[in-house]
T-cell receptor, first 114, second 115 residues
Framework: GAVVSQHPSWVICKSGTSVKIECRSL??????MFWYRQFPKQSLMLMAT?????????EQGVEKDKFLINHASLTLSTLTVTSAHPEDSSFYIC??????????FGQGTRLTVV | AQSVTQLGSHVSVSEGALVLLRCNYS??????LFWYVQYPNQGLQLLLK??????LVKGINGFETEFKKSETSFHLTKPSAHMSDAAEYFC?????????????FGSGTRLLVRP
């Protein structure tokens, strides 16, 4: 099966600092990657869609300067939360597609901003 | 715009009982349909997907769904619940006309399995 790995699994950072989350497709080339945010006991909210080599497409209401997404290669996308604040604390999940109807999910990253 | 509605934020069943998790979609054309399971602090695992083939779809771990176009539904069922089935379940849809196949998720249903 297709494996997607997120790193780190959890991270604690100080308010005002930036934190980077990596999403890697380990055994396939991901033409499209997606980033989601999930609040406790809630559903997944799509933040942005990124295609390799092009700028990410952000969903309405998502601050692109706050959540920087880079999809530099067919196996790696990164989400950088800039100048993090406590309200950015959440569970962030990526998924990757190799062009078909199915997307494969990473294990998620729990971000806590203190 | 597509949307998907999961009925019931919590469902509780006894071990061995039938599991029925409800999901309806709203779309002008039949979308692609998915069910995912999420265990605490983990990502999502695909249980099954419907992409316009047979209306009855069997997935992993004994789960299945029947796509009913007339009811715009694709409820998730399992004949006999196991304790290990306790988790959060999400249905999702994507637009066949959208080449990115981005998913729109329902609000989720937490399945509790009583001994």
């Amino acid at each position: 099966g297709a494996v997607v790995s997120q790193h780190p699994s959890w991270v604690i950072c100080k308010s005002g600092t930036s934190v980077k989350i990596e999403c890697r497709s380990l055994d396939f080339q991901a033409t499209t990657m997606f980033w989601y945010r999930q609040f406790p006991k809630q559903s997944l909210m799509l933040m942005a869609t990124s295609n390799e080599g092009s700028k990410a497409t952000y969903e309405q209401g998502v601050e692109k300067d706050k959540f920087l997404i880079n999809h530099a290669s067919l196996t790696l996308s990164t989400l950088t939360v800039t100048s993090a604040h406590p309200e950015d604390s959440s569970f962030y999940i990526c998924s990757a597609s190799r062009g078909g109807t199915e997307a494969f999910f990473g294990q998620g990253t729990r971000l806590t901003v203190v | 715009a597509q949307s998907v509605t999961q009925l019931g934020s919590h469902v509780s069943v006894s071990e061995g009982a039938l599991v029925l998790l409800r999901c309806n979609y709203s779309s002008s054309v039949p979308p692609y349909l998915f069910w995912y399971v999420q265990y605490p602090n983990q990502g999502l695992q695909l249980l099954l997907k419907y992409t316009s083939a047979a209306t009855l779809v069997k997935g992993i771990n004994g789960f299945e769904t029947e796509f009913k176009k007339s009811e715009t539904s694709f409820h998730l069922t399992k004949p006999s619940a196991h304790m290990s089935d306790a988790a959060e379940y999400f249905c999702a849809v994507s637009d066949p006309g959208d080449s990115s196949y981005k998913l729109i998720f329902g609000s989720g249903t937490r399945l509790l399995v009583r001994p």
